[in-house]
């Protein structure tokens, strides 16, 4: 079965920095691509940030590139993402996601991923 496990949301000022983690098991994560997702309320979900596993590929959202950071350590079967220089827009609900049929391309859109984890609300105050 596979299963996601997001963790390391919280309260933040501006400014400072969150490592959101990712727990996956369930299936081969050599061959797997993984996503964070983030929702607000009222909001659409959006992709933040992916990682192919297959050839190191990233991709980041505009709003985050520059300051948000992607990075798997497969022998742990775990993924994260270090934000940093956090602002009030990038509070949401963050989720984790794992794209395991659609091969080595990055297609940074929820439709894409297949399994879910749940989510942990980031909270940014001004």
């Known amino acids: 079965e596979v299963q996601l496990q997001a963790s390391g949301g919280g309260l933040v000022q501006a400014g400072g920095s969150l490592r959101l983690s990712c727990a996956a098991s369930?299936?081969?994560?050599?061959?797997?691509?993984i996503g964070w997702f983030r929702q607000a309320p009222g909001e659409e979900r959006e992709a933040v940030s992916c990682?192919?596993?297959?050839?190191?590929?990233?991709h980041y959202s505009d709003s985050v590139k520059g300051r948000f950071a992607i990075s798997s350590d497969n022998a742990k079967s775990t993924f994260y993402l270090q934000m940093n220089s956090l602002k009030p827009e990038d509070t949401a609900v963050y989720f984790c996601?794992?794209?395991?049929?659609?091969?080595?391309?990055?297609?940074?859109?929820?439709?894409?991923?297949?399994?879910w984890g749940q989510g942990t609300q980031v909270t940014v105050s001004s």
């Open positions: 369930g299936f081969t994560v050599d061959e797997a691509i």
């Open positions: 996601a794992a794209d395991l049929v659609g091969g080595w391309r990055i297609v940074p859109q929820a439709a894409a991923f297949q399994y």
């Open positions: 990682i192919s596993n297959y050839d190191g590929s990233t």
